[in-house]
């Protein structure tokens, strides 16, 4: 008796969870169909003009590019020093190693304002400007963590002997990365630039401070909130990024977990 | 044939990690299209030498020549060697073929030449029409053939082999032995192979050294090895062997050497050991096998009354030991069950006769076994 009520126990508390976890996701889309300017039940009348709208709207579209561009440029850049970075980690024991892997993940603790504030002072005193390379930057810094505990799990249990082995019949160690590591590695770079793509697409409070002129998405659409008329169309952009960003990060996963059969032993 | 030509040649080739010697001044040449087994326990830096031959590491001091030339500096990809990992190190995203062909790419063959010759190489280790196969959908004795073809296929002037055969089970192993040894004599590339399975070198081998503690103790032919073992360890790792303590008595006129033997009383040698004088301690030592055991005297050269402590049979053959008075411990004999009926008589507290001949005899310096001690 008692293990059944502790089931159902554990079902209640599960089935409110994820109620609550994705009940006010849900309520963008809907109201992104409601053909009404308030957001409020009833629902009037199902339409998509607010998704014309955003099509039509060339700042939209200017805000989707800068923000496409700046994710783009910052999963490349972290996964590549990631690659690295967890590349040096696994294959070579290295005097505090422990420490440098602390510092490594330190900035997943930070607090972005803190980031946001530190960096704009930073950039401005060196004068580099800000703008999109700016949100680049700032991006690279909290998305490299990520990409290193990612690829750092697809290094680990990397046979050493695969290496040893292709050097042995004939290859440079050059060679040797692009013919058997980075084949390897794949599916993990994959995972790695997928999943920093949607940290640096979503991240609101860096790019809030650093992207001056050129607003990202999310910091376009918190400057739309202050114009009610133009609220539904930003419900219609956030639903779409939602089912955008959640297909990514599917095949993230998916990505991540797949297994290349490897394991010689 | 060339027989004599040494190819591969090592001089004092040392190898320190931080604190540990694991080659210690090693030595040797490999002769040209030769099988050659480096034969210890684990740790002896049996490894450790087929790495620093492949170039995968490096010497500390001393050298290495191959073909002549030396091969400081020289990175692994242009040795002429290839090495069959422990593990086979298969590359698991490739298909069997690919994996064969790997090492092929700077060979400047065309596209059906590379293929023709990749599916020679499958025909020779016996994996025709597997060329599609993950590495994930091979057995265990087909990956170790993978490896095999994928350094034969390169025409290596040696084959490094790391205890390939150690991952395969008892039957599979067995016919791996009979089958690589044919493979070599086919192919004629010189093999050294590394191994701590004893029986395994010394089937398969031209010429085995045996290693300890980074040392070469020996480098001898099976047959030298197992009947002339050249110190106590030696003799002790491959197969079995019962010590006696001996007092050298005289030197005869013919410059053998008269001994007290424990239990066996005065034995005339034809040989001496070094430095030998009226009065040296030793070690007298002979393999369980050299030993006959009989319920009656024999008129064999040395032949002395025991007691039978225990006995287990094994069916072509009873282990036996037999403790004879003047000898603290007792003697391991095996005895061949050629008389159905014989075994049975071996029964604890049975009283037998212990035969054997002067040449099953093997005499060490006690020094010896100090320095050789595992």
């Known amino acids: 008796m008692t293990a059944r009520r502790g089931r159902r126990l554990r079902q209640v508390f599960s089935s409110g969870y994820l109620v609550y976890l994705y009940l006010p996701i849900v309520i963008l889309p809907i109201f992104s169909f409601n053909d009404s300017f308030y957001i409020s039940f009833p629902l009037q009348a199902f339409t998509t003009r607010w998704y014309e709208e955003l099509a039509s709207d060339p700042s939209i579209i200017a805000a989707l590019a800068s923000s496409l561009q700046i994710a783009a440029a910052t999963a490349l850049i972290s996964t590549f020093f990631g690659v690295l970075t967890a590349r040096a980690l696994t294959r070579y024991r290295l005097r505090y190693q422990k420490s440098m892997l602390a510092a490594i993940m330190l900035p997943i603790v930070i607090p972005e304002l803190i980031l946001g504030v530190s960096l704009l002072v930073a950039l401005n005193q060196v004068g580099l400007g800000l703008g999109k390379w700016a949100v680049v930057a700032g991006h690279t810094l909290i998305c490299f963590p990520f990409a290193v505990a990612i690829l750092l799990s697809r290094f680990e249990g990397f046979d050493l002997a695969l290496e040893e082995a292709s050097l042995d019949l004939g290859e440079s160690p050059w060679q040797t990365f692009w013919r058997v590591v980075f084949p390897l590695a794949l599916p993990g770079i994959v995972a790695s630039v997928l999943l920093t793509f949607t940290i640096s697409f979503d991240e609101f409070l860096i790019a809030f401070f650093l992207s001056a002129s050129e607003p990202t998405l999310p910091v376009y659409l918190w400057g739309q909130l202050r114009f009610p008329k133009k609220l539904p169309s930003a419900l219609a952009l956030g639903s779409l990024i939602i089912v955008a960003s959640f297909i990514v990060v599917t095949i993230a996963e998916l990505m991540r977990r797949r297994r290349t059969g490897w394991g010689t032993k | 044939m060339n027989g004599q030509r040494h190819l591969v040649e090592l001089q004092e080739l040392t190898r320190r990690y931080d604190d540990h010697l694991a080659l210690d001044k090693v030595s040797l040449r490999i002769r040209q299209g030769e099988f050659f087994s480096i034969l210890g326990p684990s740790g002896c830096g049996k490894s450790t030498l ?202 005869t006129a013919s410059g053998g050497a008269l001994v007290q033997v424990d239990g066996m009383g005065a034995v005339e040698f034809d040989g001496r050991l070094e430095n030998e004088k009226p009065g040296l301690s030793h070690q007298v030592a002979i393999r369980p096998e050299k030993l006959r055991v009989t319920g009656e005297r024999t008129d064999a050269a040395i032949c002395v009354r025991g007691k039978v402590v225990s006995s287990s049979y094994w069916g072509d053959q ?34 037998v006769y212990l035969s054997v001949n002067r040449s099953g005899l093997l005499r060490f310096c006690e020094e010896e076994i100090a320095h050789g001690r595992v």
């Open chain 2, 50 to 251: 087929l790495r620093l031959i492949a170039g995968l590491d490096w010497p500390d001091a001393g050298s290495l020549l191959i073909d002549g030339r030396d091969m400081r500096g020289v990175p692994p990809y242009r040795r002429p060697c290839n090495m069959v990992f422990q593990n086979y190190a298969i590359f698991p995203h490739l298909n069997v073929r690919d994996n064969v062909g790997y090492g092929l790419r700077k060979f400047g063959l065309s596209a059906t030449e590379k293929r023709e010759r990749i599916e020679a190489m499958l025909l020779a280790v016996r994996l025709g029409g597997l060329g599609d196969r993950k590495p994930g959908q091979l057995s265990g004795g087909q990956r170790q053939r993978v490896a095999l073809a994928r350094a034969l296929v390169r025409q290596p002037r040696v084959l490094l082999l790391d205890e390939p055969l150690g991952a395969l089970d008892k039957s599979l192993r067995e016919a791996m032995q009979v089958e690589l040894r044919e493979l070599q004599q086919s192919v004629g590339i010189t093999f050294v192979f590394v191994t701590h399975d004893q029986e395994e070198a010394l089937s398969m081998s031209d010429r085995i050294a045996v290693m300890s503690d980074g040392r070469i103790l020996q480098i001898a032919s099976p047959v030298d090895l197992y009947e002339r073992p050249n110190c106590p360890t030696v003799a002790k790792f491959i197969g079995d062997m019962n010590f006696f303590g001996g007092v050298t008595e005289g030197i």
């Open chain 2, 318 to 351: 009873s282990q036996i030991q037999v403790s004879i008075d003047g000898c603290a411990t007792p003697l391991t004999v095996s005895a061949h069950n050629v008389d159905p009926a014989g075994a049975e008589h071996l029964v604890r507290g049975a009283d």
